[in-house]
Nanobody
């Protein structure tokens, strides 16, 4: 079992930056592939970025490449999403997810543990 808690969201001006931590409780965090998704009002949850358990493999949605960076610190049981050059269309609830059964994926159904989300709102 893994419990995931996101934080770091808030109201930010366009062009600004945020770092979103995802803290995991559970001894096996370091063996799980992890990912970030986001969901804007009225939209489906969409993939943002994913990282393998070791951190050696990463995968990004085309829409965030060059602006978002996923990382993890297994010693601290924490994953991060660094978001730079924020735009109003980045406004969404951001969710972290863990996959205890396989590798990284852009599909929501591949992940069996989810956090409650943290809201990011970008003002223009």
């Amino acid at each position: 079992q893994v419990q995931l808690v996101e934080s770091g969201g808030g109201l930010v001006q366009s062009g600004g930056s945020l770092r979103l931590p995802c803290a995991a409780a559970g001894r096996t965090f370091s063996s799980y592939a992890m990912a970030w998704f986001r969901q804007a009002p009225g939209n489906e949850r969409e993939f943002v970025a994913a990282m393998s358990w070791s951190g050696s493999n990463t995968y990004y949605a085309d829409s965030v490449k060059g602006c978002f960076t996923i990382s993890r610190d297994n010693a601290k049981n924490t994953m991060y999403l660094q978001i730079n050059r924020l735009k109003p269309e980045d406004t969404a609830a951001y969710y972290c997810a863990a996959n205890s059964k396989g590798g990284i994926s852009y599909r929501t159904y591949a992940y069996n543990y989810w956090g409650q989300g943290t809201q990011v709102t970008i003002s223009s």
